[in-house]
Nanobody, 124 residues
């Protein structure tokens, strides 16, 4: 089993930046692909970004391409989400999730382990 803890959320003005972290513990972190999802009030949880086990492959939702960057440091068992040029519509609770599969996954049901989430609020 893998335990995930997100951090780095907060309140930022539009155009600002935040870096989220997802720290893992438990089994060998490098055996898991990791994704970031977000959920705004009244909305479904949606895919944001994902990274493969080695970090060599990434994928992004169209809404964040060019603004967000996902990366990982397997030595630290941590995945990061650098969010630049934030917009009010990025406001949501952000969750990281892990899957034992080797592929980068964009589908929520493919992930087996989830963190508790961190709130990101972007003011206009």
């Amino acid at each position: 089993q893998v335990q995930l803890v997100e951090s780095g959320g907060g309140l930022v003005q539009a155009g600002g930046a935040l870096r989220l972290s997802c720290a893992a513990s438990g089994r060998t972190f490098s055996n898991y692909a990791v994704g970031w999802f977000r959920q705004a009030p009244g909305n479904e949880r949606e895919f944001v970004a994902a990274i493969s086990r080695s970090g060599g492959t990434t994928d992004y939702a169209d809404s964040v391409k060019g603004r967000f960057t996902i990366s990982r440091d397997n030595a630290k068992s941590t995945v990061y989400l650098q969010m630049n040029n934030l917009k009010p519509e990025d406001t949501a609770v952000y969750y990281c999730a892990a899957t034992a599969g080797s592929r980068v996954e964009v589908t929520r049901r493919k992930y087996h382990y989830w963190g508790q989430g961190t709130q990101v609020t972007v003011s206009s």
